[in-house]
């Protein structure tokens, strides 16, 4: 059975850092792409950052400021300068195309304070 535990979420001040854990078990993920979503009440589920076999992608909205890392099958958001716009429910996913898989941790909420 697959699982994903994410941790790290909180309050924070305007300008503060967190940092997000999503570990994966259950299965190998030698060919997913681990990444962060955000959703916030309204609106649809956005993404964030992704790293997929290596190659790192990022929102806009957060690039220069969010740092994805991998270190085997945990994924991490380091997340700097945070932002009031910053603030959702962040979710950790893991997925293959290949061997056609898609899975979500349970969100974790991260409010930043202005």
């Known amino acids: 059975q697959v699982q994903l535990v994410e941790s790290g979420g909180g309050l924070v001040q305007s300008g503060g850092s967190l940092t997000l854990s999503c570990a994966a078990s259950?299965?190998?993920?030698?060919?997913?792409?681990m990444g962060w979503f955000r959703q916030v009440p309204g609106k649809e589920r956005e993404f964030v950052a992704t790293?997929?076999?290596?190659n790192i992608y990022y929102a806009d909205s957060v690039r220069g400021r969010f740092t994805i890392s991998k270190e085997k099958d945990t994924v991490y958001l380091q997340m700097n300068d945070l932002k009031p716009e910053d603030t959702g429910v962040y979710y950790c996913?893991?997925?293959?195309?290949?061997?056609?898989?898609?899975?979500w941790g349970q969100g974790t909420q991260v409010t930043v304070s202005s």
């Open positions: 259950g299965r190998t993920f030698n060919t997913a792409a």
């Open positions: 790293n997929s076999v290596g």
């Open positions: 996913n893991v997925h293959s195309d290949p061997e056609d898989y898609d899975y």
